[in-house]
């Protein structure tokens, strides 16, 4: 079955040209042209992928992602945001507020389909069964599930795979630049602080169990699990 994708885009050259790629490369494409429209949309039927613009008319595109990630029924759903502003600080504050990738205006749509497959490969990878138990933490890949002291962990897709890597490699320390090549992957082209940023997200969603504090920090080498 084709992907469902949802693209949020109030300019309608850019809905139009996306739309075209998107179609031309296999998937299924749905369009809103502002928050509300999308809203209903996903209510409708939530979309594998959302590809979201910064700027919207009404409520903006970043406080959709945060929407988005706060209701149960769409936190897993992947957002590549879509902008004109690509200053660090703004970037930063798309992967603070869930966005999984980040594509800056303008962009080609070769380079947007690619981005797409990554990040739908990366949320739902193929072949995997696996289930990881460190102390009182147990992963089930499978099942997308983490389970700290028997109670459910809720993860974003993007912290879910960080957190599945490092339990997979406990007691070795990886670099912000290792960890984007593991779980971001080699051809994604962010800034190291994001592995910061969702370290912290992770950190915070292990905190009520008290697990967080086996995401160590090593300092001036980066980051280490351990039991």
């Given at each position: 079955m084709a992907k469902d994708i949802l693209?949020?885009?109030d300019e309608a050259a850019i809905?139009?040209?996306v739309g075209f790629a998107i179609s031309k490369a296999g998937f299924d494409?749905?369009?809103a042209a502002d928050a509300r429209d999308a809203e209903l949309m996903i209510a409708n039927r939530?979309?594998?992928l959302v590809l979201l613009d910064w700027m919207l008319p009404g409520v903006s595109g970043i406080e959709l992602a945060r929407r988005l990630k706060r209701e149960e029924t769409t936190?897993?759903?992947p957002i590549i945001m879509l902008t004109a502003r690509g200053e660090e600080e703004d970037k930063v504050r798309g992967f603070e507020v869930g966005a999984d990738d980040y594509v800056t205006k303008p962009f080609s749509p070769r380079e947007l389909i690619a981005r797409i497959r990554a990040v739908l490969r990366r949320a739902s990878p193929e072949g995997e069964d696996e289930r990881i138990e460190v102390g009182p933490l147990v992963l089930d890949t499978a099942g997308h599930r983490v389970?700290?002291?028997g109670e459910e962990v809720h993860l974003g897709p993007t912290e879910f795979r960080?957190?599945?890597f490092l339990m997979g490699h406990p007691e070795r320390v990886y670099s912000r630049s290792q960890l984007l090549d593991r779980v971001w992957g080699g051809n994604v082209y962010i800034e190291e602080r994001t592995v910061d940023v969702h370290v912290r997200r992770l950190r915070k969603a292990l905190e009520p169990s008290g697990c967080d504090g086996m995401l160590q920090t090593v300092r001036g080498s980066g980051y280490r699990f351990s039991g």
């Open positions: 693209i949020v885009e809905r139009e040209m494409l749905r369009q939530v979309p594998d936190r897993e759903v389970l700290a002291h960080l957190l599945r």
